[in-house]
């Protein structure tokens, strides 16, 4: 999901071209992606780009979402915590705003506070496992 909210430069659009053909008889048609493709060797750097991208622009709004981003994360996931619930919550606003701005949703939220999931929606929590 991450990968499709990312736009390619319109420059750049034409060498993700895909040639499809409804059945074996019928015309083959083309399509010119606008996103990055899941799968295409680029993708991964594409997308962290991106959100390496928004820290650039939006650290002094968003710090310990910045900081998240930056040193707690591992390819598309952050892995952080706080030394307190209102921290936590803090972290998780600024992660949530500074996502938004590019399009993309907190997803597999967990956390051993349930008060802090308590206003996501079902299925962008991951439960924890013991």
Known sequence: MMYQQVLLNIKDRKFQHIFWRPNPN????????????????????QALRVLHQLVLDEDASFPAASKANLSESYVDDIVSGAGSEQEAKLLQMELESLMSLCGFELRKLSSNRPSLLSAMPNEHVEPLIF
Not at 26 to 45: C, M
């Open 26 to 45: 019928g015309d083959i048609q083309e399509y010119e992606l606008n996103t990055v493709t899941y799968g295409s060797a680029p993708s991964a750097f």
